[in-house]
């Protein structure tokens, strides 16, 4: 019998959390799976860490992969992905603990519903506080009037990400923290732009899901605990990337007068920001100056090369 989930963990700096995230899988209650750790350049010692790690567990259902350049998160993952053999594949942060049944619960919703491409595990932060795992695709009307005017006219299409729910039900998108994918349909519709360096991957993929009239849903009784942040310090850089991923991202999907719009409002909500605590004004200019794709992280960088253990 083949593999029938395929775990891709990225890892940057940040070896604890990965080691804890593999300990969390190794006692899952459902076992035909593999993990692929994809290392983006961690320093010698966090890299250390993990191999030696690796090398005492000496599990054959780890693999890992070492980048020799900090690729971002889609392209990170992209490689881990292009080496998987599971019929499913679970793109997961590294700071996240599995539940000991969240394997077995998405595997069987997925086996029973064909017709779901994607499925989102429930998060809890380290305190066991709900926190929802699903979201609202941006679109013109929920970015100028909001989400809460969404919900009136549309309530099965904008469900309240405040409650806690028992059963699944379709959204508009998930957390790219932990996104369970029917391997045919990931690759059907091209899987994660390497474009994006840091942030709304999960925005652009969860839209060509929905472009493509496939199904994304949001089941509860799987869950993990989210930390949050583990691999990421945010300064100024970090800032902007959020800003060109995200103008990219409207670019890539929407017509030009709604991408147009929907950019102007978040150049407004950031001013706005900037008035009232000024130090963000760096930020406010160099969103003006600096947020082509052009001037990204991802496109800065030169070279490729991985090992596979």
């Given at each position: 019998?083949?593999?029938?989930?395929?775990?891709?963990?990225?890892?940057?700096?940040?070896?604890?959390?990965?080691?804890?995230?593999?300990?969390?899988?190794?006692?899952?209650?459902?076992?035909?799976?593999?993990?692929?750790?994809?290392d983006n350049n961690s320093?010698?010692?966090?890299?250390?860490?993990?191999?030696?790690?690796?090398?005492?567990?000496?599990?054959?259902?780890?693999?890992?992969?070492?980048?020799?350049?900090?690729?971002?998160?889609?392209?990170?993952?992209?490689?881990?992905?292009?080496?998987?053999?599971?019929?499913?594949?679970?793109?997961?942060?590294?700071?996240?603990?599995?539940?000991?049944?969240?394997?077995?619960?998405?595997?069987?919703?997925?086996?029973?519903?064909?017709?779901?491409?994607?499925?989102?595990?429930?998060?809890?932060?380290?305190?066991?506080?709900?926190?929802?795992?699903?979201?609202?695709?941006?679109?013109?009307?929920?970015?100028?009037?909001?989400?809460?005017?969404?919900?009136?006219?549309?309530?099965?299409?904008?469900?309240?990400?405040?409650?806690?729910?028992?059963?699944?039900?379709?959204?508009?998108?998930?957390?790219?923290?932990?996104?369970?994918?029917?391997?045919?349909?990931?690759?059907?519709?091209?899987?994660?732009?390497?474009?994006?360096?840091?942030?709304?991957?999960?925005?652009?993929?969860?839209?060509?899901?929905?472009?493509?009239?496939?199904?994304?849903?949001?089941?509860?009784?799987?869950?993990?605990?989210?930390?949050?942040?583990?691999?990421?310090?945010?300064?100024?850089?970090?800032?902007?990337?959020?800003?060109?991923?995200?103008?990219?991202?409207?670019?890539?999907?929407?017509?030009?007068?709604?991408?147009?719009?929907?950019?102007?409002?978040?150049?407004?909500?950031?001013?706005?920001?900037?008035?009232?605590?000024?130090?963000?004004?760096?930020?406010?200019?160099?969103?003006?100056?600096?947020?082509?794709?052009?001037h990204s992280l991802r496109?800065?960088?030169?070279?490729?090369?991985?090992?596979?253990?």
């Amino acid at each position: 019998m083949g593999v029938s989930i395929s775990i891709v963990i990225l890892n940057y700096n940040s070896s604890k959390y990965t080691m804890d995230c593999i300990d969390s899988i190794l006692s899952s209650s459902y076992q035909n799976y593999e993990i692929i750790v994809v290392d983006n350049n961690s320093n010698a010692d966090e890299r250390g860490v993990i191999i030696d790690y690796l090398k005492i567990n000496n599990n054959d259902k780890i693999h890992f992969i070492e980048n020799d350049n900090n690729f971002g998160f889609a392209l990170g993952n992209i490689f881990g992905i292009s080496a998987a053999k599971g019929e499913y594949i679970f793109i997961l942060n590294n700071d996240t603990l599995v539940d000991e049944y969240a394997l077995d619960i998405l595997h069987s919703f997925m086996e029973d519903n064909p017709d779901v491409s994607l499925c989102i595990p429930s998060q809890y932060n380290k305190d066991g506080i709900y926190h929802p795992s699903f979201a609202y695709l941006p679109s013109v009307a929920n970015q100028w009037f909001g989400n809460g005017l969404c919900r009136m006219l549309k309530p099965s299409e904008y469900m309240d990400r405040k409650k806690e729910y028992k059963t699944p039900f379709s959204v508009q998108m998930g957390s790219g923290a932990s996104m369970f994918f029917r391997a045919s349909d990931y690759f059907k519709i091209g899987g994660l732009d390497p474009n994006f360096f840091l942030y709304c991957e999960e925005e652009d993929i969860c839209i060509r899901m929905k472009k493509e009239k496939m199904n994304i849903f949001f089941v509860p009784d799987a869950k993990i605990i989210h930390y949050g942040g583990g691999s990421t310090n945010r300064n100024l850089d970090i800032e902007i990337e959020f800003y060109r991923s995200l103008f990219y991202f409207f670019d890539k999907n929407y017509n030009f007068l709604s991408a147009k719009s929907l950019k102007f409002r978040f150049l407004i909500k950031e001013f706005i920001k900037s008035c009232k605590k000024p130090a963000r004004f760096k930020l406010f200019l160099a969103i003006i100056m600096r947020s082509s794709l052009s001037h990204s992280l991802r496109h800065k960088q030169r070279g490729l090369k991985i090992n596979i253990i």
